[in-house]
């Protein structure tokens, strides 16, 4: 019997090129969106590829061999993302994360990340500059990216049962090798390294005792995030999402918790602390708990389409203004046309409305735009 079919590459062709206003905007530092939510992280897609098919991003189903992804000359250049992230920068950006795709597929990475670290705030600090993987070239990569001016990394792992991971991941990767990703880029100084784990249930909430245990006393943070309904490939139910509640309930039980402040106003997810002094976690409640109201994230995809939602149905193609000449004086005002007429709260309507708003919407692959 065929694989369902799910088009998602029409997400890659929509052409809405921003508008450039009459009167230019100048950059000040600081932009506000209608809902009075600054701008201050921006996430680069610099690949539409990986080398996992995991079962609730890039399923195999919908990514097999036959999937044709975007061709390098889509792409955007080392130049042109750099030249994207210091108008972004410019507006007020201090935290800029590099995703996929996976990342580390793209070739040179290093030599964008060392070109990003010569960025500055408009006051002359350093950028928080980061990046997310799913660790299986991480070992082979930590050491230069460290040496690039990478400040750390975020690395994906679904369970630390190798079975479990290997049914996650769907190419039989082995879960030692990401551990071992994980211990080069700890040495290599890439800190504090944060662990993702999306919970979905019947599939790994099993993990969520295993995998506390696990990294318990290490110097890693672990996150666990509920299952989003991010795309239209993942097919994503309700009844799939274990509550954050559900999580620190269950560790709570058997590895005593206290809830910690939060580090910063937008922080997307709530701590906890192991009572006995040996380590933190993190749950990240995007179904159960919309933190929208506080979301200072732009996203950036592989070639040039700027996204102000994770859950966005379409972007905006600053591609398209670089190659056909603007200057960066017009692009800035352009980006922060934009971002002042965004009013995106997916989550909270979704949380007010049920889960039959995911039917309703056609929403970007998080593999296009990354998580």
Known sequence: ??????????????????????????????????????????????????NFRCVYCMPAETFGKSYTFL??????????????AGI????????????????LLRKNIEQLVSMLSQLKTPDGRELDLTLT????LLAKKAQALKEAG??????????????????????????SQVLHGIDAAHQAG???????????????????????????????????????????????????VIPSSEVVRCINAVLPLAALDANYAAETAARWR????????????????AFCSNCTRARLS????LYTCLFASGGHDLRALLRRGHSDEEISSAIAHVWRARDNRYSELRSARTAGLNQTLKKVEMSYIGG
């Not at 061709?71 to 750099?82: D, G, K, N, R, Y």
């Not at 400040?151 to 049962?161: G, P």
């Not at 976690?281 to 159960?288: D, K, R």
């Open 71 to 84: 061709p390098q000359t889509s792409l955007l250049s080392f130049e042109e993302i750099v030249r994207i």
């Open 190 to 240: 890439l800190g504090p390294i944060k662990i993702n784990m999306v919970v979905k249930g019947g599939l790994n909430d099993h993990e969520i005792v295993p995998m506390a245990r696990h990294f318990k006393g290490s110097p890693f943070i672990l996150r666990f995030i509920e299952y989003m309904d991010v795309g239209t490939s993942n097919g994503w139910k309700m009844d799939e």
């Open 150 to 175: 990478l400040k750390r990394v975020t690395v994906s792992l679904d369970s630390i049962d190798d079975a479990t991971f290997k049914r996650m991941n769907d190419v039989d990767f082995p879960v």
């Open 274 to 289: 192991y009572q006995d002094g040996s380590g933190e976690i993190g749950v990240i409640s995007s179904v159960t708990q």
């Open 1 to 50: 019997m065929a694989g369902k079919i799910i088009p998602v590459t029409d997400q890659r062709t929509l052409e809405a090129v921003p508008s450039i206003p009459l009167i230019q905007v100048p950059a000040t530092g600081s932009v506000a969106d209608r809902l009075g939510r600054p701008l201050n992280d921006l996430r680069i897609s610099v690949t539409d590829r990986c």
């Open 302 to 305: 592989t070639e040039g389409k």
């Open 88 to 103: 972004f920068v410019a507006h007020g950006v201090e935290k800029i994360r590099l995703t996929g795709g996976e990342p």
């Open 133 to 136: 993987t799913n660790g299986s």
